[in-house]
Each structure stands twice: as structure tokens, then as C-alpha cells.
């Protein structure tokens, strides 16, 4: 090391490790060649000294899998390979550090444990090095947490490079895009890609990311694709080829490049004489505006973009009950049926008294990241909630909100600033809401030089002017528009949300569509609302009333006060004809229409019950498949639903059936089944997940005693552990445990202590003559 | 043809519905196949057979049987990768009934990719005048689901997307990995495997029993 690096300097860096120790030292395969930083050190030395001889810059140290995970003694191998790379006579010297080998998320580890493991490796290193090189990631949460890591426990340069196959994506799904703003919003002081592509497709790839960014970019191509001779692996791209390649990858102003896997001294010798005298194009990327999750980015284009509001428990009977027991799977549904109705962002607020906000909002969040591609906006009150959230987040999120307060400004500001996610500013304080457009400017240009002061981009402020009702004063809508239109010249963005505007007025998405439409023409930049408000069409009425034309409010509650009758000519099919035909919006529509004029009972026994015993009929004759049963369950389903939004849960309090996949096992399309199916006959089922621990399933069957317990296993290995959990329920409560899955067969089943159940109507029968 | 039809789909509905032909497209769209495949010459110990310059081993009575006559294995892990998985995570949640249609016919595409990738070994070693067997996995009669760790590890699982769970589950779900002998005189009928699994007192999990 003999000076500080500049990261934005061209530099050589070197190539392949792993390939070159297989091609010198044909070790067993699959033996970390790491190890040979202790084992063999001359053989790593003379690799290292090879291509600083051949032209590199900067060398990696031979640290890649070096992890808690993979390898005991990792601290050790880190220290030697640190040692051998400074010990080469390289200009530079990168800590190289590779993924941890371990799957991050629900069925792997948590935000916690990742950052942990990657800490402990960056400590091992001790800062020894020129820059830290985090490459070949493919989940973007992985890496994201390793950012953080590196950022709070290093004074270090950080470098971040993903392998994206040729679709564009990482096998996790993760685009350039993507990559990009989460990784630099991270912290992240440069980016690139390597690996899994040769240098013609990674052309692509690196023309992409210096589009997106200024930062500089570092690429590293494997030499070509591999295939086997005589027995070897072998890459198909020559080093004459392959120089040529890397010299069209600088040209498009890449400034660092290497190799990757099937790659030697040669090959860098050859790209360090071909790009000798290529100038990296100048970067065009314009400064954007975006916000992004792991997988999708929102570009904030002057298109107004769509914040579902559906996610949040205000004035939600059922999404109450679903967070206070702990049902997130419901919540995470919200977001699938606003991602499929046009929303671009899901808002998620979890905020109910009583329960753990942030586990809940950890919960919702880890659904989300596997169900829907949208990025997510923080919705809460209360600051820890929004710095946990931020910190666990994969991707720029949206904070909702700040107001104009300083107290406000001063405990949400520094934590956007150090997640660099964007924020709504709300144009309140203390003192209220001003009642004139100019007050609003005038607080929110209050926000945006708070928000200045503490080095937040004016690309990621977004100002909301606040709706009120109309009904209420007369006039507010033209404030909210005008102040909209005078917030728009601070060259910030904008967001509203919609349904307040129709508090207190009959048919009130006619209102709120209207609303939108004005907001939109204004230059509006987010919309908070329900997605299906953008089919809904608004009708003249709804326009004057928000003009605060002369008489338009008596128009419109005359031509609008009786919209129950408008909905009921619709719908006349009956509502067991969709439950048997599996139509799930038809059977809530129908639900809906009926419980105006029945009880939820009179509903469910007159109606749901018999179409479901004649579906189960009919499955048992072998005239309906799994999936009619299950289709004619989901619409049942949705008819409880739309009973339930009016009376909460109608399900019978006293038969509960606590349901769980067994520990170790991560299969739960049965259970789900069984869940869904058995749920219509109005047992209260309580669905514990699936690798669902031992003492979990206690607790959960001593605060449901008397109940019965049904348990689902998939695997051979698994089913060791349903007959434990067995053991340990039977030891302390004399219950019914109905078991079921693929491997179990009634024999075994009953060896075990539990009752067979074939499949979800059969577990529907044995549930029947258990609670009779 | 690997992928889906609406035909297929039909056949596990029951029955003729208009959304098939846009959810068989949407299932296609989903699918990431990746493979790798690598052939290694089998040792033949007295309690295990050792697979050359690997640390794979294979234990069992049954995977003895399977490769007599075998001087050579390819082993290889294929998968459809992680889309389809979350696919069927976001149906779950919102629509079960093609969540499990979706599950089945997952289970046919991995099989036929499978049968794509067998078909591939067994006419490169005809080709050179060898036999082959029939597909073989981790986890079958006797031969430990732990063999997958250090299979998953050479055919560089995790640059897949392939990952192992504590309770050797793979992720993502729809993932196969699988054994195939090579030899001379490879033997490529199915056998008794259950006559000689060292379980077949013990094991009442089975369909051996």
C-alpha cells in the first residue's frame, strides 16, 4: 500500500483466483482454496506476484468464502490472505469477500445474524487493505447488510459487484436498476458486476450501470461460458478475444476492469495492452429521482404514480383482528391485490395499540419482499419503527412522514438521510394546518431547507399539501390545488392523499376519483389511495362539488344519497352457484349484497355451509379435482370476508384448530390448504407458519387448551420431528392431533400418536365429529 | 417440451377455464432453468464408493446396487429457480386453487428437465459405446439426504441460486439433484432397491414396507 486509492482512477485489476489455484494445484473439487493461504502460501504469493507482474493495479486477497459459515478458522485464513496480497507488490489491495453461503430471509437468517457474520469478517480485517471488494452476490438483501456492516465497522472504500445471468437479473431477481440505488443508497463508494457471463454479455451489463450512476464501476467478466473437456472445465474465450471485449467495456466508461472465473496473469497482460489508450467515455447519467425495491424500480418521471393505501388497520375491522393475531399473511395480501390493481408503491402502516409495531411491521415487510416486486413506503409515528424498518429494508424506501415541526424534522431527518430514502413532508406544525395555500408553501419550504441543512437530495423530497374535507369547508380543494401548484415551483415532488376530500358525502369514490383527476392535472407526483379507484370513472356532479359551485352539494347528495340501489341491480346469480363454481369475486359481491339484508349466520348456514358440503360431495365422488375444492374454499372464503368487513369474525370461538408445518420442514402449500378449507366451516383455525419450533406449538396449544392440533410434514427427515412435537404436546395436554403429508401413511401415523387425515376434506370430517 | 400448456393444466383443474391459457404463459414466464452437471470416476470402497478428486461419498446398500457394474457417475442439480417459488408464495396468499395447480405442474417441468438432462448424458455416452443408469437421489432407500450437502457444494449450488436448509431442504423448492452410472455394462432397469436397504427392517415410512 503506498498511497490512498482513488476509486474513480482507471485501474487493472487482476483476475481469476479460485479457477487458476484448480488449474495449479488441481485440488479436490469443492476444497475452499482458501485454505491454501495457511496450507500453501507460496502458491497464493506467486499467484498474487503473477499478475501484478502481468499488469494489475490492485490484487484481491484470497479471502472469498473465508466466513463463520464455511470455514472454522476464517479469522486465520483472513489475516494470511491479507498478509500475501500486501506481501505481492500490488499497488492496491482489495479485502475480497464473498457471499456468506447462507440463504438470507425467512427459511436462512435474519437482518441481524448477516450483518453479524459479515462484521466479524470485516474486524478480522482490521482495515488492512485499500478498499473493501464485496463480489459475485446474487441476493441484493445480502449484500445490502453487508454494506451496512462494512459502513459502521470500517473506514474503508466500499465496492459492490452482483452476478447477473443473462436475463439482466440475479437468479434473486435482482436488475441493474435496483442494484444501484439500493446499493448506493446503502453507502455503497462504487459498483460493478462479475462473474456468471463472459465479457460480450457483460458489454450490457456495464453500459447499463454507468448509465445509472457517476460512481465509478468496476467489472470483472468470466472468460467466456465453461463446458467440460476431457473431463475439465474449461471457458471458451481466448485472452486475445477477451482484451478486446474489456476494451469496448472501458470505452463505455467503465473504469476498473479484470477478470473472472477461467481467467490467468495472461489474460490481464492482454487487456492491460489493448486498453492502454482508451478513454472511458463520459458518464451521461442525469440526476433522477427514484425510489426502488429489490426487484423493481419506480422512476418519478412526471407520470403520477400510485401509493396503495390498503395496507393499514385504520377503520379496518379485519385487518385489526388479522395484526392483533399476528395473521401478517393478510396484510401481505393487501399488497398482492394492490400490486395486480396498478399501485407502484405499497404504503404499510401497522400501527395498532397493543401490539409490537415493529415486529408486526418486520413481519409485513418480509412477506411483501417475497409476494410483490413494489417498493414499499414507511408509514408510522413512531421513530423506531421507521429506523428498524429503514435498516431491514432492501431497496429506497419513501418515509410517511415528517411534518414542519422541529421536533419532527429533528428525530426523522438524520435517520433518511443515513438509509438515503426519500420523505414526505407533511405542511402542519404545532400550530395546525394553515388554512391558506401560501401558509403550506411557506412550511413546506421550512421542510425542504431542514431537510437541505441535513444533505437529504431535492430529488428525494416530496411534499404534501394536505386534503381536507370538503364537506366540511366549503373551498378546500381549490386550497389543496393551489398550494399544490405553488409547491410544484420549489422543484420538489408531490404526493396527496385522496379520500379525506369526500369525508362525510354519499357514494364517495365518485369524489375522490374527481379529486384525483384535478389533483393529476396540477402536476401531482403520488397519489395515496386504494388502486380501484383508478377504474372509476368521475361523473360532472363530483367535479362542481369541488369547484364549490352554487347548489353542487344539494345536486349531488340528491343524486347520490341512495348508491346502495345502484349496486344491487348488478348481481342476481346466487351466492351457493359461486361457491360451487369456485367465483370468488362474484361470491363476495354476493356475500356483500346479502348480509345488507341477513345476519352473518343466516349467511353462513343458509348459504356458504351447503354449497361447501355439496363441493365436498362431489370431491369424494371424484366429480370435482383438488383445485375446484380448493378454488370453491377460496370463494367461500371471500364471502366470509365480505360478511366479516361488517361484523368481524364469524367463526365459532369455541372450536379452535391450531395448525402448523413441523419444525425443519418448510413445505406449506398443504397446510395452507387445509388452513383455507377447514376455515369455511367456521372453526377458528390458528395458523402457526410452517418450521414452526416445539415450544412454539406448546404456547400456542396452552393458550388454545381445549383445542385440537393439526400438524403437516413433507419430508422423511421431518417426520422425526412431527412425532417429537407430538411427544411433548401429548406429555402435557390430552388432545386430538390430526397429521397429514406426503410421506405419512395411517399406520405410521397412528404409531406416532396422531390421527391421519388423507387430504383437507378428509381433516374437515375428522374436525366435525370431534367437535360435535 | 419442458414447459406448460394449458392442456396440462387443464388435466390437473379437471376441467376447461379461459384463465389457463394467460396462467400457462405466466407460469413459462416464471421459469429460470439452470443446471450443472459434472462426471466423475467412481471408487469403489469397502463401505462407501468415493467419487475421484471430490469428498463425495455415497453410503448404502442401494446406491451399491443401483451403480454395479459402473466405472464412472455424473451427478447433477437442476432447478427452476426462485420466481417460481415466489409465485407460488403470492398465489398461496391470494389464490390457493392455482397455487396448487401451479405446484403440480412445477413438479412435471422439473421432471422433464430432468428427463431433458438425462436423455443428454445417456446419448454423449452411447455415443462413446457406454451404458447408463436411471436417475438416482440423495435420500433414496438408504443413501443419507447429507449427501446433498457436499453435491450442492461441487456443482457450485450457490451461484444457482441453490441453497440447503439445516434440514437439507432445497431452495428454491422445485430443485432435483440426481446420479447417474456409467459403464460398460451399466445397468439401466429399475431393481429391488428395498432388498437390499440396510432400513428395510426399520422403515415403516415407506412404500417398501
Known sequence: MNKKINLNDDLILDGAMGTLVMERENPKAGFPPELFNIEKPELILNIHKDYVKAGADCVNTNTFGANSYKLKNYKEVINKGIELALNSGAKYVAFDIGPSGKLFGQDGFDFEECYNCFKDIILAGQDKTDFIYFETFTDLRELRTAIIAAKENSSLPVVVSMSFSENGRTPFGTDADSFVYTALSAGADAV??????????????????????????????????????????????????????????????????????????????????????????????????????????????????????RINPTGKKKFKEALISKDYDYAASCGIVQERDGAHILDVNVGLNGIDEKAAMGEVMDRLFRVSELPLQIDSSDEKVIEFALRNYCGKAIVNSVNASDESLNKILPLVKKYNSAVIGLTLDEKGIPESAEGRKKLAEKIIN??????????????????????????????????????????????????????????????????????????????????????????????????????????????????????????????????????????????????????????????????????????????????????????????????????????????????????????????????????????????????????????????????????????????????????????????????????????????????????????????????? | MIFTSAQELEKILGKKEDFLNDFSKEINDSLELKKSVKKFSLIFCDERIELQGTDITFLGNAIREHLKNCTHCYIFLATLGDKIDRLSDKLQLVDLSKAYILDTAANEIIERYCDEISNEIEKEELSKGNKVTLRFSPGYADLPLETQRQIIKVLGGEKMGVYLSDTLIMKPFKSVSAIIGVGKKAIKGSRDYCAVCKNNKSCDKRICK
Open chain 1, 192 to 309: 460493478g458486476a462479475n462473474c456468471s457471463v463472459g465479457a460480450d454479455k457483460m458489454l450490457t451489463i456495464a453500459k447499463k450501470l454507468t448509465e445509472l450512476t457517476d460512481k465509478p464501476v468496476f467489472i470483472k467478466a468470466n472468460a467466456g461460458m465453461p463446458f467440460i473437456k476431457d473431463g475439465k472445465t474449461v471457458y471458451d474465450t481466448d485472452s486475445e478475444t477477451f482484451s478486446k471485449q474489456n476494451a469496448k467495456i472501458k470505452k463505455a466508461g467503465v473504469n476498473a476492469i479484470g477478470g473472472c472465473c477461467g481467467t490467468n496473469p495472461e489474460y490481464i497482460e492482454k487487456i492491460k495492452e489493448e486498453t492502454k489508450d482508451i478513454v472511458p467515455e463520459k458518464r451521461k447519467c442525469k440526476k433522477i429521482s427514484a425510489v426502488c425495491s429489490s426487484s423493481k424500480t419506480v422512476y418519478i418521471d412526471g407520470d403520477m404514480k400510485i401509493i396503495g393505501e
Open chain 1, 450 to 772: 431542514k431537510c437541505q441543512k441535513f444533505g437529504i437530495d431535492k430529488n428525494d423530497i416530496i411534499i404534501d399539501v394536505l386534503t381536507l374535507s370538503e364537506a366540511s369547508a366549503k373551498g378546500s380543494a381549490k386550497i389543496t390545488i393551489d398550494a399544490l401548484k405553488k409547491v410544484k415551483k420549489l422543484k420538489v415532488k408531490t404526493v396527496l392523499g385522496i379520500s379525506n376530500i369526500s369525508f362525510g358525502m354519499p357514494a364517495r369514490e365518485n369524489i375522490n376519483a374527481a379529486f384525483l383527476d384535478m389533483a393529476k392535472k396540477a402536476g401531482l407526483d403520488f397519489a395515496i389511495i386504494n388502486p380501484t379507484l383508478l377504474k372509476i370513472i368521475p361523473t360532472k356532479e363530483a367535479f362542481d362539488f369541488l369547484n364549490a359551485k352554487d347548489g353542487a352539494v344539494q345536486n349531488y347528495i340528491e343524486r347520490f344519497s341512495d348508491v346502495k340501489n345502484i349496486a344491487a341491480e348488478e348481481i342476481k346469480t346466487d351466492l351457493k352457484t359461486a361457491i360451487i363454481t369456485g367465483q370468488k369475486d362474484l361470491a363476495e359481491k354476493e356475500a356483500g349484497l346479502l348480509s345488507k339484508e341477513l345476519s352473518s349466520v343466516q349467511i353462513v348456514e343458509k348459504f356458504i355451509i351447503p354449497a361447501l358440503d355439496e363441493v365436498g360431495a362431489n370431491y369424494e365422488k371424484g366429480r370435482f379435482f383438488l383445485p375446484q375444492l380448493i378454488a370453491s374454499a377460496e370463494a367461500a372464503k371471500s364471502a366470509f370476508s365480505a360478511v366479516e368487513e361488517k361484523s368481524g369474525t364469524s367463526s365459532d370461538k369455541n372450536k379452535r384448530f391450531v395448525l402448523a408445518t413441523v419444525k425443519g420442514d418448510i413445505h406449506d402449500i398443504g397446510k395452507n390448504i387445509v388452513k383455507s378449507v377447514t376455515a369455511n366451516y367456521g372453526f377458528t383455525v390458528i395458523d402457526l407458519g410452517r418450521d414452526v419450533d416445539y415450544d412454539v406449538v406448546l404456547k400456542a396449544v396452552e393458550d388454545n387448551y381445549p383445542c385440537v392440533l393439526g400438524l403437516s410434514a413433507l419430508m422423511t427427515t421431518t417426520v422425526n420431528n412431527m412425532e417429537k412435537t407430538i411427544k411433548l404436546v401429548k406429555a402435557k395436554f390430552d388432545i386430538p392431533v390430526l397429521v397429514g403429508g406426503a410421506v405419512l401413511t395411517k399406520e405410521y401415523a397412528e404409531k406416532i400418536g396422531g390421527i391421519y387425515c388423507s387430504d383437507a376434506n378428509d381433516t374437515v370430517k375428522k374436525l366435525k365429529d370431534i367437535f360435535k
